[in-house]
């Protein structure tokens, strides 16, 4: 199988495409957003006609309110790299998601979770907000801590609750690399400066092509009661324009600063794989380096 990873907005769609015509492949998704039913252009999630006739896998199979779970995605995801397989076709894992990634390729058991744990550090997520329960994870996983965005309750509650399950760091419940499957594992990424305008120009379409209006669809179909779709980049700042609380510059702006910065937790991740081989998104002989890889 093939891996196309790297940051947003460096031109893995449109890789995936290409590869798979040549090597008679199908696509599954590793965009953690994309998963979502309803979200499109936020999400740059590729149109029928936009797969050129490729198959897409895991699209749209979450509903909006639903949290994500890197362990339901792991077990679809290999579900159908195996049914792509045993039918003489070549999977071709696309997507940003680091961990999504990992823990499809690698031997990566999640700890388990505990229903009443859970509850409370969320209670106290709600009540207190996100900075005391970081400050705790600070001072019992520091290296946890600092591959973890501050704001981030989501991601902070469950590294806490990892702790007082096994009692040990979260960080030790991450295995190391051991395959799961055989890939060939491409990196798709661009010069800083002109990944910066792709991001900035990529909001603009988005706005235009209507994802206030794809938002308050979502609104209506309770995106504010999913804990991980309603905090999707553009989508967070869609609902405060919606709210009044934004203008369209400032949910704008918003959305490219967030996005810049998420592409540079991206490169982190990813970079430090020395698996992947890295190729540069705007060379024009991309397609035919690929394929020289991957065949």
Do not use: C
């Not at 199979?61 to 890197?70: L, S």
């Amino acid at each position: 199988m093939v891996t196309v990873v790297g940051p947003t907005a460096a031109g893995k769609s449109a890789l995936s495409i290409a590869l798979a015509h040549e090597l008679g492949g199908e696509v599954v998704n590793a965009d953690s957003m994309q998963l979502y039913r309803g979200m499109d252009i936020g999400t740059a999630k590729l149109s029928v006609a936009e797969r050129d006739g490729v198959p897409h896998h895991l699209l749209d199979i979450w509903d909006v309110k639903v949290t994500a779970a890197v362990a339901e995605y792991q077990a679809l995801a290999r579900a159908a790299i195996d049914d792509i397989l045993a039918r003489g076709r070549v999977p071709l894992l696309v997507g940003g998601s680091g961990l999504y990634v990992r823990a499809v390729l690698e031997e990566f058991e999640f700890p388990g979770t505990d229903p009443a744990i859970r509850a409370r550090l969320e209670a106290e997520l709600a009540e207190t907000g996100p900075a005391p329960l970081f400050t705790r994870l600070t001072e019992r996983d520091p290296v946890a801590a600092a591959k973890i965005l501050p704001s981030n309750g989501r991601r902070i509650v469950r590294a806490l609750e990892v702790i007082e399950l096994t009692g040990q760091p979260f960080t030790a419940a991450l295995p190391d690399p051991k395959p799961y499957y055989e890939a060939v594992q491409l990196g798709v990424d661009r010069d800083v400066a002109e990944l910066d305008d792709r991001i900035a120009l990529r909001v603009d379409l988005m706005w235009s092509a209507g994802l206030l209006d794809e938002v308050r669809a979502l609104d209506a179909a309770g995106i504010r009661d999913g804990r991980t779709a309603s905090r999707a980049l553009g989508y967070q700042q869609a609902l405060a324009q919606l709210d009044g609380t934004m203008t369209e510059a400032e949910a704008k702006e918003e959305t490219v600063r967030g996005t810049r910065r998420f592409v540079r937790r991206q490169r982190s991740w990813f970079r430090r794989d020395p698996a992947i081989t890295w190729l540069d998104g705007a060379a024009p002989t991309l397609v035919a380096d690929a394929l020289a890889l991957a065949r």
